[in-house]
């Protein structure tokens, strides 16, 4: 890969690692929302009343955060992976300017 690939490739893999880290963000925002949410409807006096509703509620938030759970570790794979493909990017960068330097 010449220089100018490299430096596109970089920038490609840098867009997408920030892409992911930014999605990563909004699930562990929404899974402290879901948390928050969980929290008030245990306090409703509704549910308090109702242990068979209130069973059924807590199943629901408990699946919804395993959802988001499992979300999150994809998301996490994927950062991992652009993290190590703009680390083995910067290397080549690195070679090919030494090498450019190494001709003049």
Avoid: H, W
């Avoid at 490739?9 to 909004?26: A, D, G, H, Y």
């Amino acid at each position: 890969m010449g220089l100018a690939d490299v430096c596109g490739r970089l920038s490609l893999i840098t867009f997408q690692k920030s892409t992911v880290e930014f999605e990563m963000n909004k699930i562990s925002e929404q899974r402290t929302q879901l948390a928050q949410q969980s929290q008030m409807m245990s306090q409703n006096p509704m549910l308090q009343q109702n242990p068979e509703m209130k069973e059924q509620q807590d199943a629901q938030f408990n699946n919804l955060d395993k959802q988001l759970e499992q979300a999150l570790k994809q998301k996490e794979t994927q950062y991992k992976i652009y993290d190590a493909e703009l680390q083995s990017i910067e290397k080549m960068r690195e070679n090919n300017v030494k090498n450019f330097a190494a001709k003049i």
